[in-house]
């Protein structure tokens, strides 16, 4: 999925997809950017990036130092399921990002690393109330258990990035079902990264600025964007006048 604004081309992938990976290396060698966000902080740069072939899952008790609880739960939960699908599609978790800074690299493109922290996301998770993580917990059981939904939402990874029209359903849904989780895991992160890429855009103003990102968080980001550069470029006008 892409979606291009003025200079600023926002180009959504899955992290577990073959697919993604031969679309990040030809946007690049199609549009030639002058800088690449790349949607990961440094922690989770310098993991993915570690030539360890022995990597070790850091253990309970730091995650819950670093995330809290809940977070550390939610990361070791997203993170089975995420090398479950790796290993059915054989296929490394991550490797659309790690593929967007070796591409950077093989061409001399500089990077950045444009995502939020993650311990602040997974702190935000682990500080939702104990009442309403109940709540939430039973809502999901509810939801995952109704055929309709699974029916409704159902997309084949093998064909890699689902359509935009099924991602603005599920994160529509989403977005109605569990707006607390929402905002933090997506609205909070799509704001922070297009802050970024303003900064980015700023100081890059010659040439195009890639974002690669999943590709749920681009619908919302090029709305953000969109209304961001029109805000810059009335005041621009404004001032001219």
Do not use: C, W
Request: net charge positive; aromatic share 10%; hydrophobic share 35%.
């Amino acid at each position: 999925m892409i979606k291009i604004i003025g200079n600023v081309i926002l180009l959504g992938t899955s992290h577990v997809s073959k697919q993604s990976t031969l679309q990040i290396k030809q946007t690049i060698e199609k549009y030639n950017p002058e800088v690449v966000g790349i949607e990961l902080d440094y922690g989770r740069f310098k993991s993915l990036m570690s030539k360890s072939k022995n990597k070790k899952n850091p253990k309970f008790s730091h995650l819950v130092k670093e995330f809290g609880l809940t977070g550390a739960l939610f990361t070791i939960i997203a993170g089975h399921f995420q090398n479950k699908i790796g290993k059915k599609m054989k296929i490394e978790p991550g490797i659309d990002m790690k593929t967007a800074y070796l591409e950077s690299r093989k061409y001399k493109i500089p990077t950045s690393l444009i995502d939020l922290n993650i311990k602040k996301t997974m702190r935000k998770i682990s500080n939702i109330s104990t009442l309403k993580k109940l709540g939430l917990f039973f809502k999901l059981i509810i939801t995952s258990l109704n055929p309709k939904n699974s029916k409704k939402y159902q997309f084949d990874i093998n064909k890699g990035v689902p359509s935009e029209k099924t991602i603005l359903q599920i994160f529509k849904f989403l977005k109605g079902e569990f707006p607390q989780i929402y905002n933090i895991l997506i609205e909070d992160r799509n704001k922070f990264m297009v802050k970024k890429i303003l900064y980015l855009r700023e100081r890059h103003n010659t040439g195009y600025i890639l974002a690669v990102v999943g590709a749920g968080h681009v619908p919302g980001m090029y709305n953000l964007l969109e209304n961001e550069i029109k805000n810059i470029l009335n005041k621009r006008d404004y001032n001219m006048s």
